[in-house]
């Protein structure tokens, strides 16, 4: 079975963080670098599954109509909640709390930005979403449209890596990461392609 998680496109509203709260659509850049992306990397899907994030789910409609693709809209694929940094620029938060900024980056577990979602409980929902894709899906070709997050913890699901591992893997708009589940259980195949 592979898994293709395919992160959305440049949100309208510039660089900001963008978790489970804030539900920007795409730009128009970003619709050119998801189409860009699915037909640089043109495979046989045999579904299509995306969190209901617009940023997300807008594309994955518009490609299932398109290529005749069944479609699931998961909602526990959502971003994960950044709580008071919803909405804000890295450089706003950088300006007024440096400190706190650099302590989420150096231990995204334990240093959340109030009222964040717990990057443990995060990183169980993604896991339980793609177990139960990988069970109704066996055997398939998935195509998941979802947000840095997701991919990120799929990644160190895959890795078998704790989740304070996710922020040390770069997710650039559009980017292509494709997962396997054989025997051995699951592999990354390749990152941000």
Same mark, same amino acid.
């Given at each position: 079975?592979?898994?293709?998680?395919?992160?959305?496109?440049?949100?309208?509203?510039?660089?900001?963080?963008?978790?489970?709260?804030?539900?920007?659509?795409?730009?128009?850049?970003? #619709? +050119?670098?998801?189409?860009?992306?699915?037909?640089?990397?043109?495979?046989? #899907?045999?579904?299509?599954?995306?969190?209901?994030?617009?940023?997300?789910?807008?594309?994955?409609?518009?490609?299932?109509?398109?290529?005749?693709?069944?479609?699931?809209?998961?909602?526990?694929?959502?971003?994960?909640?950044? =709580?008071? #940094?919803?909405?804000?620029?890295?450089?706003?938060?950088?300006?007024?709390?440096?400190?706190?900024?650099?302590?989420?980056?150096?231990?995204?577990?334990?240093?959340?930005?109030?009222?964040?979602?717990?990057?443990? +409980?995060? +990183?169980?929902?993604?896991?339980?979403?793609?177990?139960?894709?990988?069970?109704?899906?066996?055997? =398939?070709?998935?195509?998941?449209?979802?947000?840095?997050?997701?991919?990120?913890? +799929?990644?160190?699901?895959?890795?078998?890596?704790?989740?304070?591992?996710?922020?040390?893997?770069?997710?650039?708009?559009?980017?292509?990461?494709?997962?396997?589940?054989?025997?051995?259980?699951?592999?990354?195949?390749?990152?941000?392609?």
């Amino acid at each position: 079975m592979l898994i293709d998680l395919l992160r959305h496109g440049e949100p309208e509203g510039g660089q900001r963080y963008r978790g489970c709260g804030i539900d920007d659509p795409l730009s128009e850049t970003g #619709w +050119a670098q998801m189409r860009a992306a699915v037909q640089a990397n043109a495979a046989s #899907w045999d579904h299509i599954i995306t969190s209901p994030m617009r940023r997300c789910r807008e594309f994955a409609e518009a490609l299932s109509r398109e290529r005749g693709i069944a479609l699931s809209v998961e909602p526990e694929l959502r971003e994960v909640g950044f =709580g008071s #940094w919803e909405g804000r620029s890295p450089e706003a938060i950088k300006a007024e709390a440096l400190d706190e900024y650099l302590a989420f980056y150096s231990d995204p577990v334990g240093a959340r930005p109030a009222g964040a979602e717990p990057l443990d +409980a995060f +990183a169980r929902r993604v896991r339980l979403a793609l177990a139960a894709a990988t069970e109704r899906h066996a055997r =398939g070709h998935l195509l998941v449209v979802a947000h840095s997050g997701v991919i990120r913890a +799929a990644i160190t699901l895959a890795m078998d890596v704790s989740p304070a591992a996710l922020y040390r893997l770069r997710m650039p708009y559009a980017a292509l990461t494709r997962l396997r589940v054989d025997e051995r259980g699951m592999s990354v195949e390749f990152v941000n392609r």
